[in-house]
């Protein structure tokens, strides 16, 4: 009992103590929610509580690792269900797959997997794309799911033009899967809501199992989400839910806000308690953030506070354009490595979309600096690992279409589309899995004799692949790569990559079907593998082993925590996205967007903008986000970047340049950067730190970075003037006002002043003896 208590403020015992009844965490960012959510499973099975009665649902797998290791620490070996709702709700359905239709054995469509899907149907239902793509319409049927719409019920509703071609499709769709025993994601949580819906016992049954359901992440529920959980919790009102309103940034995948906000409207007998104290960041950053979210109206009041002490001032910096914001990121990380002895994995750059991430990458890569972009499911994408997966899948379910399309002539074997289209179209008009009719090959008109041959070697592959399907994984996979000669196919048509070659990541493939047999010497299947695989997450990708900088965006950040945070483009029509501002829900989930990533900073944060972006490969002025107004400005640094500009311009010039005496951020009815178009470029606000760095051009910029080894971290190297100006390379802002410098001659001192610029830019330093000048493109001086 000491060891679950101890430590813990007086909101998070209140929290951690309650067992029975239902109650609403709201907890800020930062406020130490998994710690409470863990804690208060130990005391739970401490107070006498069946462990298999527990159900704690996250929305990433990363959590629930978190989660169960934390459990395991105060409570070992304790069979407490732990996951995400999509591998709860995978699990259910396997003991219920016939109440809708499936088998056990059912295969989980991944997002390719669906789309190929969709497409089949769409050309099934006979359906035009000429005003709405696949893509869209699977959206729109997707949509309808997570709102618990059946194929009936949203044929006989009145709809939008787009909804009218999905009604048409949703069906098809639906029976296609049904038809290959399969799912995609959102059908996991429409089955098992469903089930819970139609049927009072079964609901009753699972309601007395799962006697005590905690959900983490509430405010991203869904009305599927909600729906499961709320079924499960009417004879055992013992519902608990961790969120905060102001985390909400899924609305646009279905998640409902309002789940959260009306949570004590369910429950009238609930007990709230706040989580307000962060554990995370700076008061600085703290304050911020606090700041920018109370212009929300749709929230639950918190103020958020910290014991650390005041750290570095927020900074918002202004750049010229995209290609110098990434520059000045990049530099401004070899900096703090070489400095202050950071780590590259210290740092993330979060960016509003992907998009964003072309010019960071380059400019990373040119100073050598290791860097990772968390983009999802990257690796089970790979064309060698869903050709492996695709067999897998249709071994463990020989209904699965789209497998059976993917591997059917892969290795090839002389088995092409006309023929793979025949089987299909057999397939359709019979109501049968492809496989079944692949077998029914002669009766299928119009197929040569070579091509009905071929399919029987196929298939003949096929028989004694499945034959294997009890084996552990690592023989299976070892088997199935030997058997259809996969090595020798990929050896003739595959293009080495830089980094790796695909034979390579086919052994990572085993690699992992070892790890997988080895944590499951009991339990383990090919299902199971399967299931796993397809499920997941985003976050899951990313790598804390390696030191790299991340590159991930702000949906992608939630959850997530790193020393130091750069949060790019925060401008008008990227952040709030242009596609935000049509009603004010949508307006405010932006905010919480920047909420969010402003959130994740421990010690240090960086908020940048530039005056002009290219957009579609078109630079335009762009306006600083109507949300940096919301910011307290009064206490931030802001450091204005100045143009690029000619290195040898033999004009005497200085830096200083005039500003107005405001910086004019534009409120929320200000046009778009669309009206703006042919305007002067946006100014920037007097008392920016001009920043020197910004003003040489990016190809002298990069040229002057030499990488080096330093604590086995790949770093910049800093040359003197002499060497820059040999090298053909400009100083970088090494050469500045308060910089520690050696001369041969004169010793130690310190930079007072920099004027003038090319080949006149001269440093003035102050040194034990006496001032001395010197024109930095010939000096031997050492910055220290």
């Given at each position: 009992?000491?060891?679950?208590?101890?430590?813990?403020?007086?909101?998070?015992?209140?929290?951690?103590?309650?067992?029975?009844?239902?109650?609403?965490?709201?907890?800020?960012?930062?406020?130490?929610?998994?710690?409470?959510?863990?804690?208060?499973?130990?005391?739970?099975?401490?107070?006498?509580?069946?462990?298999?009665?527990?159900?704690?649902?996250?929305?990433?797998?990363?959590?629930?690792?978190?989660?169960?290791?934390?459990?395991?620490?105060?409570?070992?070996?304790?069979?407490?269900?732990?996951?995400?709702?999509?591998?709860?709700?995978?699990?259910?359905?396997?003991?219920?797959?016939?109440?809708?239709?499936?088998?056990?054995?059912?295969?989980?469509?991944?997002?390719?997997?669906?789309?190929?899907?969709?497409?089949?149907?769409?050309?099934?239902?006979?359906?035009?794309?000429?005003?709405?793509?696949?893509?869209?319409?699977?959206?729109?049927?997707?949509d309808a799911k997570n709102r618990l719409m059946t194929p009936e019920m949203m044929l006989g509703q009145t709809l939008r033009p787009l909804d009218t071609l999905a009604a048409k499709v949703y069906p098809i769709y639906q029976q296609q899967l049904l038809t290959a025993n399969a799912v995609d994601f959102d059908d996991l949580l429409l089955h098992v809501a469903n089930l819970l819906r139609e049927n009072p016992e079964l609901r009753s049954e699972m309601d007395r199992k799962f006697k005590y359901i905690l959900v983490d992440e509430y405010q991203d529920t869904n009305l599927a989400q909600y729906a499961i959980v709320r079924a499960l919790s009417i004879d055992q009102p013992n519902l608990a839910v961790t969120g905060?309103?102001?985390?909400?940034?899924?609305?646009?995948?279905?998640?409902?806000?309002?789940?959260?906000?009306?949570?004590?409207?369910?429950?009238?007998?609930?007990?709230?308690?706040?989580?307000?104290?962060?554990?995370?960041?700076?008061?600085?950053?703290?304050?911020?953030?606090?700041?920018?979210?109370?212009?929300?109206?749709?929230?639950?009041?918190?103020?958020?506070?910290?014991?650390?002490?005041?750290?570095?001032?927020?900074?918002?910096?202004?750049?010229?354009?995209?290609?110098?914001?990434?520059d000045g990121i990049a530099d401004e990380i070899i900096r703090a490595i070489t400095d202050e002895g950071m780590k590259p994995s210290d740092f993330a750059i979060f960016c509003r979309m992907n998009a964003l991430t072309r010019s960071l990458e380059h400019a990373l890569r040119s100073r050598s600096l290791p860097y990772q972009i968390i983009n999802g499911v990257e690796f089970y994408?790979?064309?060698?690992?869903?050709?492996?997966?695709?067999?897998?899948?249709?071994?463990?379910?020989?209904?699965?279409?789209?497998?059976?399309?993917?591997?059917?002539?892969?290795?090839?074997?002389?088995?092409?589309?006309?023929?793979?289209?025949?089987?299909?179209?057999?397939?359709?008009?019979?109501?049968?899995?492809?496989?079944?009719?692949?077998?029914?090959?002669?009766?299928?008109?119009?197929?040569?004799?070579?091509?009905?041959?071929?399919?029987?070697?196929?298939?003949?592959?096929?028989?004694?692949?499945?034959?294997?399907?009890?084996?552990?994984?690592?023989?299976?996979?070892?088997?199935?790569?030997?058997?259809?000669?996969?090595?020798?196919?990929?050896?003739?048509?595959?293009?080495?990559?830089?980094?790796?070659?695909?034979?390579?990541?086919?052994?990572?493939?085993?690699?992992?079907?070892?790890?997988?047999?080895?944590?499951?010497?009991?339990?383990?299947?090919?299902?199971?593998?399967?299931?796993?695989?397809?499920l997941v997450s985003d976050t899951d990708s990313i790598d804390g082993e390696t030191d790299r900088v991340t590159i991930m965006t702000l949906h992608a950040s939630k959850g997530l925590e790193y020393p130091r945070v750069f949060i790019i483009a925060v401008e008008d029509d990227l952040l709030p996205h242009k596609r935000s501002k049509e009603t004010d829900a949508q307006f405010e989930e932006e905010r919480r967007l920047l909420f969010v990533g402003i959130t994740r900073a421990k010690e240090w944060l960086q908020m940048s903008c530039c005056k002009r972006r290219a957009i579609r490969g078109d630079t335009r002025p762009v306006i600083p986000s109507p949300f940096l107004n919301e910011l307290p400005l009064d206490e931030m640094k802001r450091i204005e970047s100045t143009g690029n500009r000619d290195w040898f311009d033999e004009e005497e010039d200085s830096y200083d340049q005039s500003y107005p005496d405001s910086w004019d951020l534009p409120d929320e009815g200000e046009p778009t950067s669309d009206t703006i178009a042919e305007s002067a470029p946006i100014v920037a606000p007097a008392g920016f730190e001009i920043d020197e760095i910004s003003?040489?051009?990016?190809?002298?910029?990069?040229?002057?970075?030499?990488?080096?080894?330093?604590?086995?971290?790949?770093?910049?190297?800093?040359?003197?003037?002499?060497?820059?100006?040999?090298?053909?390379?400009?100083?970088?802002?090494?050469?500045?006002?308060?910089?520690?410098?050696?001369?041969?001659?004169?010793?130690?001192?310190?930079?007072?002043?920099?004027?003038g610029r090319g080949p006149k830019r001269t440093a003035k330093v102050q040194f034990d003896h006496g001032e001395h000048s010197f024109r930095l493109a010939y000096a031997k001086l050492e910055v220290l």
């Amino acid at each position: 009992m000491d060891a679950i208590f101890k430590n813990l403020t007086e909101a998070q015992r209140e929290a951690v103590a309650h067992v029975d009844g239902p109650m609403l965490i709201l907890a800020g960012p930062g406020s130490g929610k998994t710690r409470v959510v863990t804690h208060r499973i130990a005391n739970m099975i401490q107070q006498g509580v069946q462990p298999w009665q527990i159900a704690a649902l996250t929305f990433t797998n990363k959590a629930a690792d978190e989660m169960r290791l934390r459990v395991n620490a105060l409570a070992p070996n304790q069979p407490v269900w732990m996951g995400t709702f999509h591998r709860f709700c995978a699990q259910q359905l396997r003991r219920y797959a016939t109440m809708v239709g499936l088998q056990e054995n059912y295969s989980i469509y991944d997002t390719s997997d669906s789309k190929q899907a969709m497409k089949r149907a769409v050309l099934a239902a006979g359906v035009s794309t000429t005003h709405a793509s696949p893509d869209q319409i699977a959206s729109a049927i997707s949509d309808a799911k997570n709102r618990l719409m059946t194929p009936e019920m949203m044929l006989g509703q009145t709809l939008r033009p787009l909804d009218t071609l999905a009604a048409k499709v949703y069906p098809i769709y639906q029976q296609q899967l049904l038809t290959a025993n399969a799912v995609d994601f959102d059908d996991l949580l429409l089955h098992v809501a469903n089930l819970l819906r139609e049927n009072p016992e079964l609901r009753s049954e699972m309601d007395r199992k799962f006697k005590y359901i905690l959900v983490d992440e509430y405010q991203d529920t869904n009305l599927a989400q909600y729906a499961i959980v709320r079924a499960l919790s009417i004879d055992q009102p013992n519902l608990a839910v961790t969120g905060d309103p102001d985390q909400s940034i899924y609305g646009w995948r279905g998640a409902d806000l309002n789940n959260i906000l009306d949570f004590e409207k369910d429950y009238p007998s609930v007990k709230t308690v706040r989580l307000e104290k962060n554990y995370r960041s700076t008061p600085n950053i703290l304050r911020a953030a606090d700041q920018l979210i109370r212009h929300n109206r749709r929230r639950k009041a918190k103020d958020l506070f910290t014991d650390h002490p005041e750290g570095d001032a927020v900074i918002l910096r202004m750049f010229e354009d995209g290609y110098q914001e990434a520059d000045g990121i990049a530099d401004e990380i070899i900096r703090a490595i070489t400095d202050e002895g950071m780590k590259p994995s210290d740092f993330a750059i979060f960016c509003r979309m992907n998009a964003l991430t072309r010019s960071l990458e380059h400019a990373l890569r040119s100073r050598s600096l290791p860097y990772q972009i968390i983009n999802g499911v990257e690796f089970y994408q790979r064309r060698e690992i869903k050709d492996l997966l695709a067999y897998l899948h249709l071994i463990n379910n020989p209904s699965h279409d789209v497998a059976l399309m993917r591997v059917i002539n892969t290795p090839t074997r002389g088995i092409g589309n006309r023929t793979v289209e025949r089987i299909r179209d057999f397939a359709d008009y019979n109501a049968i899995p492809m496989l079944e009719a692949a077998r029914r090959a002669n009766e299928i008109e119009g197929l040569a004799k070579r091509a009905i041959t071929m399919i029987g070697k196929f298939i003949k592959i096929y028989d004694r692949l499945a034959i294997k399907a009890n084996s552990s994984l690592e023989d299976m996979i070892r088997y199935l790569v030997t058997e259809t000669e996969y090595e020798a196919y990929l050896e003739k048509t595959a293009v080495e990559q830089q980094d790796a070659n695909p034979m390579s990541n086919v052994d990572e493939l085993i690699t992992a079907a070892v790890e997988f047999d080895r944590q499951h010497p009991d339990d383990g299947s090919l299902e199971a593998f399967l299931e796993q695989v397809a499920l997941v997450s985003d976050t899951d990708s990313i790598d804390g082993e390696t030191d790299r900088v991340t590159i991930m965006t702000l949906h992608a950040s939630k959850g997530l925590e790193y020393p130091r945070v750069f949060i790019i483009a925060v401008e008008d029509d990227l952040l709030p996205h242009k596609r935000s501002k049509e009603t004010d829900a949508q307006f405010e989930e932006e905010r919480r967007l920047l909420f969010v990533g402003i959130t994740r900073a421990k010690e240090w944060l960086q908020m940048s903008c530039c005056k002009r972006r290219a957009i579609r490969g078109d630079t335009r002025p762009v306006i600083p986000s109507p949300f940096l107004n919301e910011l307290p400005l009064d206490e931030m640094k802001r450091i204005e970047s100045t143009g690029n500009r000619d290195w040898f311009d033999e004009e005497e010039d200085s830096y200083d340049q005039s500003y107005p005496d405001s910086w004019d951020l534009p409120d929320e009815g200000e046009p778009t950067s669309d009206t703006i178009a042919e305007s002067a470029p946006i100014v920037a606000p007097a008392g920016f730190e001009i920043d020197e760095i910004s003003q040489l051009p990016q190809e002298e910029l990069a040229a002057a970075v030499k990488p080096k080894k330093k604590n086995n971290v790949i770093v910049a190297g800093l040359k003197t003037g002499a060497d820059l100006l040999a090298g053909g390379a400009p100083p970088l802002m090494s050469y500045r006002e308060g910089t520690q410098v050696r001369h041969a001659e004169h010793g130690e001192g310190t930079i007072i002043e920099v004027t003038g610029r090319g080949p006149k830019r001269t440093a003035k330093v102050q040194f034990d003896h006496g001032e001395h000048s010197f024109r930095l493109a010939y000096a031997k001086l050492e910055v220290l």
